[in-house]
C-alpha cells in the first residue's frame, strides 16, 4: 500500500453502531477535511479513466457525490446523479432492491445517460453491492453501459463484488 493510501486509512475512522446496532459505520470525514488526502483520493478515481474517458461519472447519494463531481470536473465530463427515490425533479426512471431490513429505491433521470454511453459509478462504500447494483440496473435501463464501479472502501465481509460480477470493480481500501 503506498504511503499516501495508509494515510487515507488512517483518516478514516470507525463509528460503531451508527446509525442502528451492529452497523460499523465508515466516517471518511476525517479524511475529507485534509485537502492531500481528500484530493489524492479523488486522483485514484481520474487515473483509470482519464486514458479512456468515460461519457459521465455517476455520483450515488450521498457520499458518492463528494467523490464523483471532482471525478468528473477533473476529466472533464458530466456528472449524473442517482438519488434516493423522490428527490430527483424531472421524470426518472426507478430501481428498487432490497436492505438487510426494508427496501430503497433509487431513481435517475431519464436524459441523464443516453444508448451506448459508457459510464463509471462511483461511491464511497461497497458493503452487499445491493446499491451500486440498483446504479447499474438504472443505467442499463437507458441502453448505457457500465464500464467501472469505483469505491473508496470495500467491506468485504459482505461480498459485494458478487453483486457486481457482470461489471469491472476497483475499491482502493479493503477491510
Ligand atoms: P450496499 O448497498 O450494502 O453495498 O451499501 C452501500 C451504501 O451504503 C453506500 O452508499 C454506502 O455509503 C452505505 N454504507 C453501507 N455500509 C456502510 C458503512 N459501514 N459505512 C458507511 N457507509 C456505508
Do not use: W
Given at each position: 500500500?503506498s504511503?499516501?493510501?495508509?494515510?487515507?486509512?488512517?483518516?478514516?475512522?470507525?463509528?460503531?453502531?451508527?446509525?442502528?446496532?451492529?452497523?460499523?459505520?465508515?466516517d471518511?470525514?476525517?479524511?475529507?477535511?485534509?485537502?492531500?488526502?481528500?484530493?489524492?483520493?479523488?486522483?485514484?478515481?481520474?487515473?483509470?479513466?482519464?486514458?479512456?474517458?468515460?461519457?459521465?461519472?455517476?455520483?450515488?447519494?450521498?457520499?458518492?457525490?463528494?467523490?464523483?463531481?471532482?471525478?468528473?470536473?477533473?476529466?472533464?465530463v458530466?456528472?449524473?446523479?442517482?438519488?434516493?427515490?423522490?428527490?430527483?425533479?424531472y421524470?426518472?426512471?426507478?430501481?428498487?432492491?432490497?436492505?438487510?431490513?426494508?427496501?430503497?429505491?433509487?431513481?435517475?433521470?431519464?436524459d441523464?445517460?443516453?444508448?451506448?454511453?459508457?459510464?463509471?459509478?462511483?461511491?464511497?462504500?461497497?458493503?452487499?453491492?445491493?446499491?451500486?447494483?440498483?446504479?447499474?440496473?438504472?443505467?442499463?435501463?437507458?441502453?448505457?453501459?457500465?464500464?467501472?464501479?469505483?469505491?473508496?472502501i470495500?467491506?468485504?465481509f459482505?461480498?459485494?463484488?458478487?453483486?457486481?460480477?457482470?461489471?469491472?470493480?476497483?475499491?482502493?481500501?479493503?477491510?
Open positions: 500500500m504511503a499516501t493510501l495508509a494515510e487515507i486509512k488512517a483518516a478514516i475512522r470507525d463509528i460503531p453502531n451508527f446509525p442502528k446496532p451492529p452497523v460499523i459505520f465508515k471518511i470525514t476525517p479524511m475529507l477535511q485534509q485537502p492531500k488526502l481528500f484530493r489524492a483520493a479523488v486522483d485514484l478515481f481520474v487515473d483509470r479513466h482519464s486514458k479512456q474517458k468515460p461519457d459521465a461519472i455517476i455520483g450515488i447519494d450521498a457520499r458518492g457525490f463528494i467523490f464523483a463531481g471532482a471525478v468528473a470536473y477533473q476529466l472533464g458530466g456528472f449524473v446523479p442517482v438519488r434516493k427515490k423522490g428527490k430527483l425533479p421524470k426518472t426512471v426507478e430501481e428498487t432492491y432490497e436492505l438487510e431490513y426494508g427496501r430503497e429505491t433509487l431513481s435517475m433521470h431519464i441523464a445517460v443516453k444508448a451506448g454511453d459508457r459510464v463509471v459509478i462511483v461511491d464511497d462504500v461497497l458493503a452487499t453491492g445491493g446499491t451500486a447494483a440498483a446504479a447499474a440496473k438504472l443505467v442499463e435501463q437507458l441502453g448505457a453501459k457500465v464500464a467501472e464501479c469505483d469505491f473508496l470495500e467491506l468485504k459482505f461480498a459485494g463484488t458478487a453483486k457486481l460480477a457482470k461489471y469491472p470493480v476497483f475499491a482502493a481500501l479493503s477491510y
